[in-house]
T-cell receptor, first 114, second 110 residues
Framework: EPEVTQTPSHQVTQMGQEVILRCVPI?????FYWYRQILGQKVEFLVS????????KSEIFDDQFSVERPDGSNFTLKIRSTKLEDSAMYFC????????????FGEGSRLTVL | LAKTTQPISMDSYEGQEVNITCSHN???????ITWYQQFPSQGPRFIIQ???TKVTNEVASLFIPADRKSSTLSLPRVSLSDTAVYYC???????????FGAGTTVTVRA
């Protein structure tokens, strides 16, 4: 069964460092998303991406964050200068259709900022 | 985005049917209702989606009354492995911004 894959599974970084989280969406999907979940809290929408541009972003997705689809398979989330509060599980998701909400999530990348 | 309300937690026993009701009073005409399951330290997993009446798949059923202001996810004969958080999401057809609420923590006991 096709799946969304994410790397790394866990990354530890120092505050102020840049972090890039990588995702390989399902190959025929056209819509890509990043969510985050701080430990014990709800899953929060960060950004959606379609046709090589951001479709929607939340208030969380400030100038420290950026997304990119550098080639035909990868979808990345960059945090330019990490803060302690960026520590969370980051989930990538993809979907085929814009009309419905069927999202396929990866297993997540746990980011720990020290 | 339509606001959703669902119970914080539910307890059940193996073999029982679990029904989780989600309220979405301001659901819009183009909105679909989608349920996800999440285990600890894993990404949410799609369970079922519907627009109206009843939808059934191999793992669950979704009941949606005619006014669509609520929906009920039914998990037949749960097992210990069904212990998870279940999220109800309501989203517009062209709105990519699907955010998850607090969800319902279902605990299945032996």
């Amino acid at each position: 069964e096709p799946e969304v894959t994410q790397t790394p599974s866990h990354q530890v970084t120092q505050m102020g460092q840049e972090v890039i989280l990588r995702c390989v969406p399902i190959s025929n999907h056209l819509y890509f998303y990043w969510y985050r979940q701080i430990l014990g809290q709800k899953v929060e929408f960060l950004v959606s991406f379609y046709n090589n541009e951001i479709s929607e972003k939340s208030e969380i997705f400030d100038d420290q964050f950026s997304v990119e689809r550098p080639d035909g398979s990868n979808f990345t989330l960059k945090i330019r200068s990490t803060k302690l509060e960026d520590s969370a599980m980051y989930f990538c998701a993809s979907s085929t259709r814009a009309l419905t909400g069927e999202l396929f999530f990866g297993e997540g990348s746990r980011l720990t900022v020290l | 985005l339509a606001k959703t309300t669902q119970p914080i937690s539910m307890d059940s026993y193996e073999g029982q049917e679990v029904n989780i009701t989600c309220s979405h009073n301001n659901i819009a005409t183009n909105d679909y209702i989608t349920w996800y399951q999440q285990f600890p330290s894993q990404g949410p997993r799609f369970i079922i989606q519907g627009y109206k009446t009843k939808v059934t798949n191999e793992v669950a059923s979704l009941f949606i009354p005619a006014d669509r202001k609520s929906s009920t996810l039914s998990l037949p004969r749960v097992s210990l492995s069904d212990t998870a958080v279940y999220y109800c999401l309501v989203g517009e057809g062209n709105d990519y911004k699907l955010s998850f609420g607090a969800g319902t923590t279902v605990t299945v006991r032996a």
